[in-house]
């Protein structure tokens, strides 16, 4: 497979799993050579592919947009996908441990001199870009369709999983958006993959020190 045939299948790979939905802009040619480390002709010829298969349309002095045909397989599928991210199939669970008395001790430790806080890093506030985080906080505030965001439980509200499947598809990934689970910590997810790898009684080996 030449390259540029990867990449619209990557890219049409999220179309058709709901990353990208109808009129949603796809990155510059540019952008998507830098990121993807592919020379502009071989993105061009990506993306003039992809409007060939009839996924997207190229306006003058905008770029290429996603553009699925009504009924057509892939618009059918684009909407299943996003079903499937909205409505995910509910997670057993498997495991008779007491969480909430694990991280309390866990918690506890911290204050213990003797002991590195491994279990609860945080980072340098000094390295964020506090007035671009405020823009987007305000945006979303501002945006009723955005507002569950702000106390959305697992596995996460629609959109944002759509732009973290968005992400990782620039990095080179092409990652099944029905498959991300947002959760409200790192040790809920570590629970969550124990309980998706393991079962009680299995042997569970971890470096030390560790998180």
């Known amino acids: 497979m030449k390259l540029y045939e990867k990449l619209a299948d990557d890219?049409?790979?999220?179309?058709?799993g709901g990353v990208f939905r109808?009129?949603?802009?796809?990155q510059s040619v540019r952008q998507t050579s830098q990121q993807r480390q592919l020379s502009v002709t071989t993105v061009l010829r990506a993306y003039l592919l992809l409007e060939s298969r009839g996924l997207v349309v190229s306006k003058p002095q905008s770029g290429y947009f996603v553009q699925l045909r009504p009924g057509s397989a892939a618009a059918d599928a684009a909407a299943d996908a996003v079903e499937a991210i909205a409505t995910p199939k509910p997670i057993a669970l498997s495991s008779s441990v007491d969480v909430s008395r694990l991280?309390?001790?866990?918690?506890?430790?911290i204050a213990a001199h003797d002991a590195v806080p491994l279990g609860s890093p945080y980072p340098d506030t000094g390295t964020f870009p506090l007035e671009k985080l405020n823009r987007y906080a305000y945006a979303a505030g501002q945006d009723p369709s955005l507002r569950p965001l702000q106390d959305g439980l697992p596995p996460g509200h629609p959109q944002l999983i759509r732009q973290i499947a968005k992400r990782y598809l620039d990095k080179g990934q092409?990652?099944?958006?029905?498959e991300i689970l947002v959760t409200m910590g790192a040790t809920?997810?570590?629970?969550?993959?124990l309980q998706a790898v393991a079962k009680?009684?299995?042997v569970i080996a971890v470096e030390s020190p560790t998180f």
């Open 11 to 16: 890219i049409e790979r999220q179309i058709r």
């Open 200 to 202: 009680p009684g299995d």
């Open 188 to 193: 809920e997810a570590i629970n969550l993959c």
């Open 103 to 109: 991280v309390l001790s866990t918690l506890r430790s």
């Open 22 to 26: 109808h009129g949603d802009r796809l």
């Open 174 to 178: 092409a990652v099944d958006a029905a």
